[in-house]
């Protein structure tokens, strides 16, 4: 099966609320969720690496999604890095619904992506430079969304750029040393971008409570062929806003 799209009903639990210099973060005690079809983040791979015909596949590790997913509030300056890259909608306050978005690669072959300021880089085209991050990033390359339940847009959300480098070991080999400098990610390799980086998020500011869908596609604009692509690039995970907790099942 090409795509498989796996859903689960999160809930949030209403938050305390502290202050950090100017941002004011409303936070999250909440235990994350985690889906009984997918062993515990850490306690080895649950995406094995597979015969793909020399090419890699990359997948969002849902455990370690769903288990970081949370609410904070932040304020943002008209001159923030962040209006610029589109990842909120206006400055000011914002409610931002967070997660950590791990790509793997179990493909039996690297994701070769290569330097940056490299004119003859097949992929020159797709790198930009982040004033948020500081690197290069590959352009559009996830999409963040989240769905009312008709499947009809709740919040727009953005396209996240990433620098793809290793950073996770998830099967057994060494890495070959990809950074942002030089990118890629090794066969049984990931590559996070956890919540605490800019963008990370969708921009929930204005969303009236409710059950939603959060929908994260990686290689979304397809600029990297995955052969057989038997694990999916599309992750939803049910959300209900604010407050209750419900686990599914
Ligand atoms: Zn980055």
Redesign the pocket.
């Known amino acids: 099966m090409k795509r498989i799209v796996i859903t689960a009903i999160v809930c949030m639990m209403l938050p305390s609320m502290s202050m950090t210099g100017t941002s004011q973060e409303i936070a999250t005690a909440e235990k994350p969720f985690v889906p009984a079809a997918f062993p515990i983040y850490g306690k080895g791979n649950p995406f094995p690496i597979y015969n793909n015909g020399g090419y890699p596949d990359l997948l969002t590790d849902s455990n370690r999604l769903v288990s970081s997913l949370d609410v904070v509030t932040k304020s943002f300056s008209s001159s923030s890095c962040e209006l610029v890259e589109g990842s909120i909608g206006a400055a000011g306050s914002r409610r931002l619904l967070r997660f950590d978005v791990a790509i793997a690669n179990i493909g039996n072959a690297d994701l070769v992506v290569g330097r940056p300021n490299d004119p003859n880089n097949p992929y020159a085209s797709s790198f930009q430079f982040?004033p948020c991050?500081g690197?290069y990033?590959i352009n559009g390359f996830t999409n963040y969304l989240l769905l009312n339940m008709n499947r009809t847009i709740a919040a727009s959300g953005h396209k996240q750029?990433?620098?793809l480098e290793d950073l996770v070991r998830y099967g057994t080999g060494a890495s070959h040393g990809y950074t942002?400098s030089n990118q890629g990610i090794t066969s049984g390799w990931a590559d996070v971008?956890s919540k605490n980086?800019s963008g990370q998020w969708v921009d929930i500011t204005g969303v009236p409570d409710g059950d939603y869908i959060l929908r994260v596609e990686i290689n979304a604009a397809n600029t990297f062929f995955e052969n057989q692509n038997q694990y999916s690039n599309v992750f939803e995970v049910g959300v209900h806003l604010p407050v209750t907790v419900r686990t599914k099942g």
């Open positions: 982040s991050h690197h990033h750029a990433f620098c942002c971008y980086l």
